[in-house]
């Protein structure tokens, strides 16, 4: 795996398709941070960590699966269209969110003993979503599966994983300070952060996805 050439693909492929995964994922975004946002203004500061891993636990895997079965496919040579990605996601909606609560759990679990094992678990975990959604696997299978792909490939999908989150950890940190420091923002301001910093945040999907597609191929060429 070359980092330069999978981040250069992943991009040319993102900034090509932008126009259809913006309709695809980004309204799904939005509604995520509607509902975190009246969470937080029915409940105030009594409002739990836990609700919102919930309400992440509830969308993210909309919008990821949606993602992921359309770079499935673009690389087949098909254009499906924002509905039809969307019927076929439903369906695997109930094992993706068990999966992304098994994720959390372990990245929880990682970061409590610090940066590094929790960093260590994000790589580890990192093809577990495309085995469940591509290969069909359950939550813990594709899990074992991702620990066992990854094996030889932890540096460059962690040098992928970091020049795609880190600017946008480091975008979403910077906006909120500039634009509303420690006071609560105008929900129309923050729904729009939270949209910009998620499309750049699908990027990292992208890459990740090249990443799962090169680990994949030579153990197809094995098996052919």
Known sequence: MNVFSI????WFFYSNNLRTIIPLCLP????ESCV????EHSLGKNALPAQELLT???FYPLYIGSLILYLDARTRGHDPGVRQVW???LPL????AVLAALATLLIVLGA???VLP???VMVKIAFAEYLLVLRGMSPLQALKESFAQTRGYFLPILGCMMAVLLPVWLLEIGLASQLWGEENPPAGLAILVDGVVGLFQLLATVVVFRCYMLSSTPALDERS
């Open 93 to 96: 909606w109930p094992a993706l």
């Open 87 to 89: 019927a076929r996601m």
């Open 56 to 58: 992440g636990i509830l």
């Open 28 to 31: 799904l975004i939005v509604l």
């Open 118 to 120: 929790a960093l260590w």
């Open 36 to 39: 975190r946002l009246l969470i």
């Open 7 to 10: 981040l250069r693909e992943a």
């Open 112 to 114: 409590s003993l610090f």
